[in-house]
Every structure is written in structure tokens, then in C-alpha cells.
């Protein structure tokens, strides 16, 4: 599987082509193409931000128009850095959608397998981890920073569809798509050591450079946790883009100095 960028209605994103054939709306955004201006310039399609509501609402509604769906059709969570999961169902329909006091609680990732139920979930440098179980018709999103990296949130969401759906990691696809990468995320010296601790079965995932710097690849540690839950390598795609090398492009936290907007991550079953 390839990651490609598509346009629709002057809308950009990040997407898989084979998902998109197979009846599956998956999309990650730029941040080009909406109405939010200054440091939220264009596409902000975060509430949770000091944006304009409205605003962002009216870019929510673009980026939805570019899958032919509306605000109406989607669900979103907290995302409180935790490794909960919530299980989606027809009745949670505009969760969050268009307030941000109505999004599920308390959780960073979500499953479903309800038709025409849009999966929404923001960043601006955690890395989104998207499931694609063909067999049983099953999607999940996980919303990957550090924290939900060593929570192992992406195998939470894993066994959460194995539980719900019958799905078996051996057929599942998973899509983990653009975050900040291991050329900017530099961390201390502790977290290394408890990053080593906890993933000491994985390999390159943290390096130390001359200048005893370490950088932390969370795109390639949730690759080896999910590889190591039963996900076949050669059903994993991964996006190398860095959020924060690439500005112009995506909203990054980090290099932004958090002031700054939000992608969307979306994945839903057009039947």
C-alpha cells in the first residue's frame, strides 16, 4: 500500500488509494484550503484551540464535503493523551462534531463498524495510527503522542476491534500517517531510558547523536508494537512526513510553540 495526496473541492489530504477503493473515506489534512487566519492560517479543524468557533466549524464542514459526508455523520473524542478506547455506535452520531464539551470522554481512540459514522480526531505533531479490518468491515483511529505511545493506545485499539469485531491482526491494515519525526523529537535523557525500559524488545527507535541528543521515532515504535500484536509488516504503511519540518504544510506544536491549529485524521465505511 502507498500513501498519495489527493484533492477534492480545493481540499488536500493524505490518503490510501487501495482504502479508498474499497469503500473506505480516509484522509489526513493539510492546512491549506479553510478560513482561519493568523497562526490558525487556513484549515484549523481543532475547537479545543483559541480559534474562532465558527471558523472552525466551516472548516470542518470543507474538509467533510471533500468525502461527501457532513458534520451530522461525525464522532470525535477528548484526546487527553490517555490509551482508552471508545466504542462507536450510530447513536454517538455528531459527538463533539460541533461542540467540544460533547466529545466522547476521557479517551484517544475510537473503533466502529457502523456505515456512514465519520471518525474525526485531531494533531499537530502526534502521530495518527488508522485501522482497516476488510474481512469484517471494522475502522479504527488512534491518536499516538508520546504518552499514548507508551501506553501502547495503538495495541489497546488493536485487541478493542479483535474483542468487538472478531478482527484478526494477521488481515488488518493499518495507516500511520504523518507526526513529528525522529529529526525533531529530541527528548531528555529520563524519558529515553524509561522509552528503552519499556520497548526493550524494539529496535532503533530511540538514537543518540554526538552531541548526546536523543530523538525518538514514535512512527516506527508503534510499527514494532503493532508488528509485534500479530499486524503483518507488509499490511503496515507508514507517511515519513514530519509535522515539523514541513510548516507550510501541517500545524506542529513544536516548531510552532504551541500556538498553532489542528489536522484532521478521519476514516469512515461508505457501507
Known amino acids: 500500500m502507498r500513501w ?3 484533492a477534492r473541492n480545493n481540499i488536500r489530504f493524505i490518503a490510501l ?3 479508498l477503493e474499497d469503500g473506505v473515506d480516509i484522509g489526513f489534512s493539510t492546512r491549506q484550503g479553510g ?3 493568523g497562526v490558525y492560517d487556513s484549515l484549523n479543524l481543532g475547537l479545543h484551540v483559541d480559534d474562532q468557533n465558527e471558523l472552525v466549524l466551516e472548516n470542518r464542514r470543507r474538509y467533510l464535503a471533500a468525502f461527501n ?7 470525535c473524542c477528548q484526546q487527553v493523551h490517555g490509551n482508552r478506547v471508545s466504542w462507536v ?3 454517538d452520531k455528531t459527538r463533539g462534531a460541533f461542540r467540544l464539551n460533547e466529545a466522547l470522554p476521557e479517551c484517544d481512540a475510537m473503533i466502529t463498524n457502523v456505515p456512514e459514522v465519520c471518525l474525526l480526531s485531531f494533531y499537530a505533531d502526534c502521530v495518527p495510527v488508522f485501522f482497516y ?3 469484517n468491515r471494522a475502522i479504527g483511529i488512534a491518536h499516538c503522542g508520546w504518552k499514548g505511545t507508551m501506553g501502547r493506545i495503538a495495541t489497546n485499539t488493536l485487541a478493542a476491534m479483535q474483542r468487538e469485531y472478531q478482527s484478526s491482526p494477521e488481515t488488518v491494515r493499518v495507516f500511520i500517517g504523518p507526526g513529528i519525526g525522529p529529526c525533531c523529537f529530541q527528548i531528555e535523557s529520563d524519558l ?9 524488545n524494539l529496535h532503533d527507535i530511540i538514537t543518540r547523536d554526538d552531541k548526546d541528543f536523543f530523538s525518538w521515532d514514535l512512527q516506527e515504535t508503534n510499527a514494532q508494537i503493532l508488528t509485534d500484536a500479530g499486524v503483518q509488516p507488509t499490511h503496515i504503511t507508514i507517511c515519513k512526513l514530519c509535522t515539523s519540518c514541513h510548516t507550510k504544510s501541517f500545524y506542529s506544536y513544536r516548531k510552532e510553540n504551541g500556538e498553532t491549529g489542528r489536522m484532521g485524521a478521519l476514516i469512515g465505511l461508505k457501507y
Open 4 to 6: 498519495d495526496y489527493f
Open 17 to 19: 488509494e487501495e482504502w
Open 35 to 37: 478560513v482561519s487566519q
Open 69 to 75: 459526508t457532513d458534520l451530522n455523520n461525525v464522532v
Open 89 to 91: 455506535e450510530r447513536a
Open 133 to 135: 479490518d476488510p474481512a
Open 192 to 200: 529515553a531510558a524509561k522509552v528503552k525500559a519499556e520497548f526493550s
